[in-house]
């Protein structure tokens, strides 16, 4: 019961970890066939991993990532805006790694940034409780202090997705094929 493995519980909504007694209880009603869940990755591997530099200034890993996984795990924001506070990265640096680096390496020209010819996507970010407040996308306000307003999905793929969706009417973005100039010509903050 120490929370070192949890199992997922589908409410219909959003996939949620439980662990503890009642994910024992809720795995065995279930006749142990459901997900399970491990903590595997130590937190000091993980800040080294985030805030690790080449000689040139740039990241040895270019872009936070998160569990693409069943259950919805993404602590960019939590994880990342610690490391700010922290002193391990400033704000730019965040920037970068949450957002700019990740559109870069799909080859989302306009994603990651705020210029001319963006999507202008925007997260309103809470620094001080670590969460984000807002997200604003294509313009419409989809998630106002923890609560989601909006509905629907955009879906990032590459051309071997792109028929499958735009046949069942689900929207998506057709990432570039990727190339090798992707990684060499990172983003140094």
Not at 74 to 97: R, T
Request: charge should be neutral.
């Amino acid at each position: 019961f120490d929370g070192a493995a949890g199992v997922l519980v589908d409410d219909g909504v959003i996939g949620k970890l439980l662990s503890g007694k009642g994910g024992v209880e809720y795995w065995e009603s279930k006749e142990t066939k459901t997900t399970g869940s491990f903590k595997v990755n130590p937190a000091v591997s993980r800040f080294l991993i985030a805030t690790a530099k080449r000689f040139d200034g740039s990241f040895v890993v270019d872009s936070f990532s998160t569990d693409g996984g069943c259950y919805p795990r993404n602590v960019i924001v939590e994880n990342g805006l610690l490391l700010v506070k922290f002193g391990a990265l400033n704000l730019n640096e965040y920037a970068v790694k949450a957002s700019l680096n990740g559109a870069r390496a799909l080859g989302l020209k306009s994603k990651g940034h705020l210029s001319v010819g963006a999507d202008a996507d925007i997260s309103i970010l809470d620094i001080q409780n670590e969460k984000a407040f807002a997200t604003i996308v294509e313009g419409n306000v989809i998630m106002l202090d923890g609560q989601f307003l909006g509905k629907g999905t955009t879906i990032i793929c590459d051309e071997r997705g792109a028929s499958t969706l735009a046949k069942r009417g689900i929207k998506h973005i057709v990432k570039e094929e990727f190339s090798l100039k992707q990684i060499t010509d990172r983003f140094i903050p």
